[in-house]
């Protein structure tokens, strides 16, 4: 009685625009994990930010290494997919969800590069994920939090 059907992701190589015919039941089966962010970015830096989903209750086994890198997956997640960029202090946000937000593929994982040339600097600034499931849209605000530097 698994909660998701497995499927295969496809990708535009063309546009590096992953699609999936995912088919998800449930309200919020997964969560969404960001990594490669550090604590603090220069200004003008342009690092590239990799985006993963993982079950909220994967089915457990006893092999650490193994069990770790079978949550973390990037097919779940689905190519209406984007991400924003928020003032920490403020709320307000500095790149707001759009079609030029979306998440990048790469065959295996989807990423976007942060281009912090357009973010004032000295600020901390917040990291959402914006995904849609069975015609539900869902924000993930996970305190993903950097700031960028002079």
């Known amino acids: 009685s698994s909660r998701r059907r497995h499927t295969r992701s496809l990708c535009d190589w063309s546009s590096d625009v992953c699609s999936s015919d995912l088919a998800l039941s449930g309200l919020n089966p997964y969560t969404v994990v960001v990594k490669n962010l550090g604590q603090q970015f220069k200004f003008g830096s342009i690092p590239r930010i990799n985006v993963f989903a993982r079950e ?3 089915l457990k086994n006893f092999v650490k290494g193994y ?3 079978q949550h973390l997956s990037s097919s779940l997640l689905p190519s209406t997919s984007y991400y924003a ?5 403020s709320e307000n946000y500095v790149i707001d969800f759009d079609d030029y937000t979306k998440l990048s593929c790469d065959g295996t994982i989807h990423y976007f590069k942060l281009d912090t040339t357009g973010l004032p600097v000295e600020r901390y600034y917040r990291i959402l994920i914006k995904t849609e499931i069975d015609g539900q849209i869902m924000i993930f605000d996970n305190g993903n939090i950097f700031k960028v530097s002079r």
């Open 56 to 58: 909220k209750s994967p």
């Open 67 to 69: 069990q770790q890198s």
């Open 85 to 89: 960029i928020k003032d920490n202090e």
